[in-house]
């Protein structure tokens, strides 16, 4: 199943994409958004069709508690807008510190603060993918099991 991966933020749009048989997770590009949630829609949207996707795994920023917090409220938001917009189903999945994480990776990496600033949130996009697939592999899912909502 190829999926496609974003980390929603106020300003960039990281996403990611992994290949048909979800081995490995992949940086894209990162999606300035304009200020205008019906473009950005529609950019994500010509993504999804151009990757080809099955399905769009959306990271969602929840409190360190699990609660939603209007970061989280915000990201959902933008969710219910691309399911409207997209047929190709749309889930969430919980992106506690993925930001922090793709960052102290790429410190590891020795990766310049200038690349890092423009990699973090496909980065970031990557980790969500990677942990989103793993918890599919977990559950031994076969490619053509329902996503969850």
């Known amino acids: ?3 496609l991966a974003l980390d929603i933020g106020d300003v960039r749009i990281g996403v990611a994409v992994c290949d048909a048989l979800e081995i490995g997770a992949y940086p894209l590009r990162t ?8 473009r950005d829609i529609a950019a994500l949207a010509t993504l999804v069709i151009e990757q080809e996707a099955d399905a769009v795994v959306a990271g969602l920023p929840l409190s360190l508690d699990g609660s939603v917090g209007p970061q989280a409220e915000k990201v959902l938001g933008f969710v219910r807008a691309l399911r409207r917009a997209v047929a190709t189903p749309v889930v969430t999945w ?3 510190l993925s930001s922090v ?4 990776l790429m410190i590891a990496r020795g990766v310049s603060r200038q690349k890092r600033r423009a990699m973090i949130d496909q980065m970031a996009a990557v980790m969500i993918l990677e942990a989103y ?3 599919r592999r977990s559950l031994n899912a076969s490619p053509d099991v329902s996503l969850p909502e």
């Open 101 to 104: 994480d793709a960052d102290e």
């Open 94 to 96: 919980d992106e506690s």
């Open 31 to 38: 999606v300035t958004r304009v200020g205008s949630l019906k």
């Open 133 to 135: 697939m793993q918890h």
């Open 1 to 3: 199943m190829r999926l």
